[in-house]
T-cell receptor, first 111, second 111 residues
Framework: QQQVKQSPQSLIVQKGGISIINCAYE??????FPWYQQFPGKGPALLIA?????SEKKEGRFTISFNKSAKQFSLHIMDSQPGDSATYFC??????????FGSGTQLTVLP | DSGVTQTPKHLITATGQRVTLRCSPR?????VYWYQQSLDQGLQFLIQ???????AKGNILERFSAQQFPDLHSELNLSSLELGDSALYFC??????????FGPGTRLTVL
């Protein structure tokens, strides 16, 4: 009930390409869906987040698409750059506010 | 820099020992969350404190405990350490509960 499933586990994209990471959740009580970016040796950093009352949110090259009926959401990184190479985590939280994380996607952007 | 500080950065200890990890939240943030990141379990929520009081517990072992002090810094105490406790421990802070800012983490190695 509390799981967030994330795919793919790893992703290799050419510079300038689009990176797409998908997540699915089970708990319909979740009402906040952030994405975090983590570089080696660093803590997760909030990238972008969405509430279920909107279907899409865009910030710069990063877009979250949200499908409430399917209980799925995804991160799109447009014009991917080598500096985007990192591990990306989707997460979800409900009234208790603690984050339930997906398993992570290791993104490599080739120059 | 998220504004959340954690000490120490690295900790190496032996099985059976006890350690204390420290976290200072961002100025003004009343909530502190502790998370454990390991290769096999991923990022998992341990415990949350709000203004000195325990708010929520996740997958925290009985050997682990935490507290939040009047100045809002928090400590995570890990006792009777086992090899499997080796992990990265992150704290995060938040003012409103949704947006959580993560510290740089403490890498614990149990030998």
């Amino acid at each position: 009930q509390q799981q967030v499933k994330q795919s793919p586990q790893s992703l290799i994209v050419q510079k300038g390409g689009i990176s797409i990471i998908n997540c699915a959740y089970e708990n319909t009580a979740f009402d906040y869906f952030p994405w975090y970016q983590q570089f080696p040796g660093k803590g997760p950093a909030l990238l972008i987040a969405i509430r279920p009352d909107v279907s899409e949110k865009k910030e710069g090259r990063f877009t979250i698409s949200f499908n409430k009926s399917a209980k799925q959401f995804s991160l799109h990184i447009m014009d991917s750059q080598p500096g985007d190479s990192a591990t990306y985590f989707c997460a979800a939280s409900g009234t208790a506010r603690q984050l339930t994380f997906g398993s992570g996607t290791q993104l490599t952007v080739l120059p | 820099d998220s504004g959340v500080t954690q000490t120490p950065k690295h900790l190496i200890t032996a099985t059976g020992q006890r350690v204390t990890l420290r976290c200072s939240p961002r100025s003004g943030d009343l909530s502190v969350y502790w998370y454990q990141q390991s290769l096999d379990q991923g990022l998992q929520f341990l415990i949350q404190y709000y203004n000195g009081e325990e708010r929520a517990k996740g997958n925290i072992l009985e050997r682990f405990s935490a507290q939040q002090f009047p100045d809002l810094h928090s400590e995570l105490n890990l006792s009777s350490l086992e090899l499997g406790d080796s992990a990265l421990y992150f704290c995060a802070s938040s003012v409103e509960g949704y947006t959580q800012y993560f510290g740089p983490g403490t890498r614990l190695t149990v030998l």
